[in-house]
């Protein structure tokens, strides 16, 4: 019955080290979107799960970057061989509907810091 | 670039002021939200607008969208303290990628 839940809060990691961020979205929720937002800054889409459907990649910045979504719930978010420009807060939404047609439910995000 | 863009980018007002946001965005819409963002980290849905609606209201919001214009705007009248926050608004596509698309918001600042 709670809200979105991620986790970590926060992450603390070395530079070349791979790192996964966990999302558990509301029960019953079919999208699920991956953002990130450095400090003082707007949020850049990274990757959008609506169902069954092949997910939307299109924001992810480079190939060190994958989501996957298990049994259309949990999502994890997984960096290979971090670099300190992957320091940022990455912040997990769930929606009851499709492409935005909803209103989406954030989480409290995980902060990244690359060191 | 993004979809939404908001101006101002930064906006301090005193208790008691009315406070206005505007959000201009360029390709057809399904609806326009707000969000509203406290202390860097997640975000909380203000209020949703769809294309065919031209005015809604919440307590004391008041969301407009002119859809000839490609604009919205925020109005939070009689402002507290507790407003102070980064508000964003973000777009639902009405075609092509399905996704919401946030701006770079507005840092609003509350003056006791």
């Known amino acids: 019955g709670a809200g979105v839940s991620q986790s970590p809060s926060n992450k603390v990691t070395e530079k070349g080290k791979d790192v996964e961020l966990r999302c558990d979205p509301i029960?019953?929720?079919?999208?699920l979107y991956w953002y990130r937002q450095s400090l003082g800054q707007g949020l850049e889409f990274l990757i959008y799960?609506?169902?069954?459907?092949?997910?939307?990649k299109s924001g992810l910045p480079s190939d060190r970057f994958s989501a996957e979504r298990t049994g259309g719930s949990v999502s994890t978010l997984t960096i290979q061989r971090t670099q300190q420009e992957d320091s940022a807060v990455y912040l997990c939404?769930?929606?009851?509907?499709?492409?935005?047609?909803?209103?989406?439910?954030f989480g409290q995000g995980t902060r990244l810091t690359v060191v | 670039s993004q979809q939404g863009e908001e101006d101002p980018q930064a906006l301090s007002i005193q208790e008691g002021e009315n406070a206005t946001m505007n959000c201009s965005y360029k390709?057809?819409?399904?609806?326009l939200q707000w969000y509203r963002q406290n202390s860097g980290r997640g975000l909380v849905h203000l209020i949703l607008i769809r294309s065919n609606e031209r005015e809604k209201h919440s307590g004391r919001l008041r969301v407009t969208l002119d859809t000839s214009k490609k604009s919205s705007s925020l109005l939070i009248t009689a402002s507290r303290a507790a407003d102070t926050a980064s508000y964003f608004c973000?777009?639902?596509?009405?075609?092509?990628?399905?996704?919401?698309?946030f701006g770079q918001g507005t840092r609003l600042t509350i003056n006791p």
């Open positions: 029960s019953g929720h079919t999208a």
């Open positions: 973000a777009t639902a596509p009405l075609r092509g990628a399905q996704k919401l698309v």
């Open positions: 799960f609506q169902g069954n459907s092949a997910p939307d």
């Open positions: 390709t057809s819409i399904n609806n």
């Open positions: 939404a769930s929606s009851p509907g499709p492409g935005g047609r909803a209103e989406a439910f």
